[in-house]
């Protein structure tokens, strides 16, 4: 076939009434248009009739991986490969009086048939991971930095194929000249090693999901991963500013995964409430007469009365009452045990997880009274609002229990000092 290809181009010439070297150059002129015009052809139909009937079909399917196919490129990609072929099955015709030049152009286009190849190959696996992420038991894995990996590998690989092909060698000689390159590929590919290293032990020990809340101080990232690549990983903080940190640091340095209060049955809550150390004292009859008319206190006031009366008098505890005597209630004890009443009593509370209010030591500021409950609810902006809402009933409530809330002084404070 080719030989009566050339056969024709050569009468088609001869006709002309061209000869010598005038006749080779027109010639090849006229089988440079004439294969022009045919990969153009090729082009235009690939293009614009077997790509919008391949695109008429993936919208009618049911299936999403040919939806993510199209919308990758991938058939745009194939589609050039028909092309390149009718060109480098032509060319030794065209340059069949030109052996050096047709040698040039076929390691070009073969080059060319390679790249197109490897556009193709990236742009399935892009289509192949949407495909894989959609899987609920896959949706959190870094599957992004594993593909980016084989994406990695196997352009390395065709790029050893296209030097091959531009200077025939084999393969297998570049291959071999990979070991005195080794320290230099350590040293450009070293965040891209370290990212995989770090990628890997990441997802073997379920340290980071993509959608994880993650607090990481060092870098200023606080809010959730949206994207976990070979070489970084993408932290969308709570203000919507993007940070994005190495992949290996979370290997190397430390950070706070909140995965775990989310899947738990509640939100810590730890706050305090310093009670001025003056404020504190011993309850008179009075005072305890006082306190019973807060009826979530009234039945424990009673008991412990009780309990008190009953000790002091089998002690023998002479002017029990002064307070320092015996036993004696105290209105911090009794804002505490308030304070518990009140905690148990919410529902907002998960009172099956720990509930408690405890007296701290006292300090320069005071003597705290911390709180440590779990909320039910574990939405940022939902446990803020249950936050306060506890928090705005407590500090109202200490007043009624003749206690101070320590406070620093302020300008107000020594001009009313200055004043007196």
Known sequence: MKEQVIKFFQDLVSGMGASGDLAKWLELLIMVIGLAIVVFSMWW?????????????????????????????????????????????????????????????????KIAFVIVINIAILRFLNAFRLVV????????????????????????????????????????????????????????FKDT????????????????????????????????VMEISLTTVKVQNFDKTITTIPTYSFISDSFKN???????????IVRSINVTQKSIKFLTKADVEKYKKIAMLADFIDSKESEIEEYNKSHNIPNADMGINGRNQTNIGLFRKYMEYYLKNN???NTDMTCMVRLLSGTEKGVPLQVYVFSKVKAWAEYEVIVGDIFDHLLASVPYFDL??????SGADFKSALAQ
């Open 193 to 224: 090693i370290l990212g995989f290293v770090g990628s890997i032990q990441l997802s073997a020990n379920d340290m980071i999901r993509v959608g994880d809340w993650v607090t990481m101080e060092k870098y200023g990232a606080d809010g959730d």
């Open 404 to 409: 101070d809330i320590f406070e620093n002084p």
């Open 258 to 268: 909140w995965r775990g209060m989310e899947e738990s049955d509640g939100r810590r």
């Open 133 to 188: 992420q959609d899987l609920p038991q896959l949706k959190d894995k870094p599957l992004k930095s594993i593909f980016q990996l084989v994406k990695i590998i196997i352009s390395l690989f065709l790029v050893i194929v296209m030097l091959s092909i531009a200077t025939d060698q084999s393969p297998v000689f570049f291959l071999t000249s990979l070991g005195a390159m080794t320290a230099v590929l350590l040293l450009v």
């Open 347 to 349: 529902p907002n509370i």
């Open 45 to 109: 139909i690939t293009k614009k009739i077997l790509l919008g009937i391949i695109h008429s079909f993936a919208e009618k399917s049911k299936t999403t991986w040919d939806d993510h196919l199209v919308e990758e490129g991938f058939f745009g990609v194939l589609s050039q490969l028909m092309p390149l072929f009718f060109m480098g099955f032509f060319l030794d015709i065209v340059f069949y009086a030109f052996p050096t030049t047709e040698t040039f152009f076929d390691r070009a286009v």
